[in-house]
Structures are given as C-alpha cells and as structure tokens.
C-alpha cells in the first residue's frame, strides 16, 4: 500500500509529531521549573503576562500573513519558535534566575501558538491539495501521540538524573526538526501543482 503514496504524507505527521513533543516537553518544564520558584499567585499574573504575549505574537503573524507569502512566513515563524527556545535554554543553563524562569513560562503558551498557527496551515493546504481528509486524522493521532512522548520523555530524563535546565533542549531539537520539514513540505505546497 505504500507505492504511490507521496512522501508529504509521511512528512506532515512527522512534523506534527515533532510538534506534539515540543509541546509536552515546553509545557512540562515551563510549569515545573516556574513552581518550584514562584507561588500560586504570581502563577495567575503570569498566565495573563502569557496570554498577551500569545495574543500579539498571534495577531502579528496574521497581519504579516497579509503582507508576505504565507509559505516563508511559516519558515520564519518555525524558525523564531526554535530560536527563542534556544536562547531561554542557553539562557537558562548560563544563569537560571528567577527572571529567565518567568519569562520561559510566559513564552510557553506564545511559542505553541505560534507553532499551531503554522501547523494548522499546512495541513490545511496539504489536505486541499492533495484533497485527502485523511491526513486531518493522521495529523490529531500524530500530535496526540507527540505530546504523550514528550510527556513521558520527562520522567526518562529525570530517572536519568539530568537536570531539569536540560529539558528544553530536546524541546528545541523537536522545533528545529519541525522547522526543517516545513521547509520541504512548503516546497510542495507552492512548486508542485501536478496533483
């Protein structure tokens, strides 16, 4: 059953897989490590710093939706997404102060938006292309399945006593990965009209 089958089939559920890792791995840090230095009223501040934060990154990426192609703005947002955990990461194991803590739990909920934003356009435009509704399901099985590896992803590190300051590395490699993917599959999308 395999023969014939276009390798993007394989690929946008591997790239939402890679997403759903991300996610688990992002969210799971992000709250542990924000717990461990703040109480639960600062926690609430925090979410509302978050969802604004989410709600402009959110807004900007659709008014330069507007502007630019959507295809290397979804590159560049993927890219910023892998960057930014970088930085919090390289940031956070240099000097892991209260501060950098904060804003890495401010920056979870903006980052997975960002990169749901990206997500949710690509399979769009790839199941209107390739007029398949079955990579929809392939794609919800795909990022359910991720986020319950990443999720289970931190209780291996942690038996394997690495420090949670770790966590947000392999966050960042499941981001990149995505990012990568998007780059081919954007290829498809905007060169390949022989469907």
């Known amino acids: 059953t395999g023969a014939g089958i276009r390798p993007e089939v394989y690929l946008l559920p591997g790239q939402v897989l890679l997403a759903g890792i991300f996610y688990g791995i992002f969210d799971i ?25 989410g709600f402009i990154l959110s807004t900007l990426f659709i008014l330069l939706r507007k502007k630019f ?4 703005l979804s590159i560049i947002n993927l890219l910023f997404v892998s960057i930014v955990t970088l930085v919090l990461w390289i940031i956070l194991f240099i000097r892991p102060a209260g501060t950098v803590t904060f804003v890495l739990f401010i920056m979870m909920g903006p980052l997975n938006i960002l990169m ?5 356009g690509t399979v769009f435009r790839l199941t209107e292309k390739l007029r398949d509704d079955r990579l929809k399901s392939l794609t919800t099985a795909a990022m359910i399945t991720g986020i319950v590896l990443g999720c289970l992803a931190i209780p291996f590190m942690i038996s394997l006593g690495i420090n949670v ?16 993917i998007q780059i081919y599959l954007q290829r498809i999308i905007t060169v390949d009209d022989d469907y």
């Open 69 to 72: 192609r959507s295809g290397k």
């Open 29 to 53: 840090t992000a709250h542990s490590m924000f717990l461990s230095q703040f109480d639960e009223k600062i926690l609430a501040q925090a979410y509302i710093l978050s969802g604004i934060t």
């Open 116 to 120: 749901m934003l990206v997500i949710d």
């Open 165 to 180: 300051r770790y966590f947000i590395l392999p966050g960042f490699i499941a981001a990149l990965g995505a990012t990568v």
